[in-house]
């Protein structure tokens, strides 16, 4: 499988001029409701690896398991959990995710 790369360059602009503006002082969180919540800059599908390189300089890496099918988008999603929660994220899932 070939890799991908995606770039996110977050920039906002003043819509009456179309020039560039920064309304966050902290270019490295977005801040929704309170809570800063950290931006993407770039992430790279490489199977079976998922890696995201954020704006504050950490890097987040997960694999799938060996008896997982590989995927992007929940690759994606378990990368940003483990920013979001820390390492030990996975207990974090299981504890509000029932194996009925």
Not at 9 to 23: A, H, N, R, S, V
Not at 25 to 47: A, T
């Amino acid at each position: 499988m070939p890799i991908k790369s995606i770039n996110f360059d977050c920039k906002c602009y003043d819509t009456k001029t179309g020039k560039e503006i920064c309304l966050n002082p902290y270019p490295n969180l977005f801040e929704l409701s309170g809570h800063s919540i950290p931006v993407i800059k770039r992430v790279i599908f490489h199977d079976p690896a998922t890696i995201i390189y954020w704006k504050d300089g950490d890097k987040t890496v997960v694999k799938c398991g060996t008896d997982d099918v590989f995927d992007p988008e929940k690759g994606l999603t378990m990368a940003i959990a483990k920013k979001v929660l820390g390492k030990e994220f996975h207990s974090t899932l299981k504890r509000w995710i029932s194996e009925d």
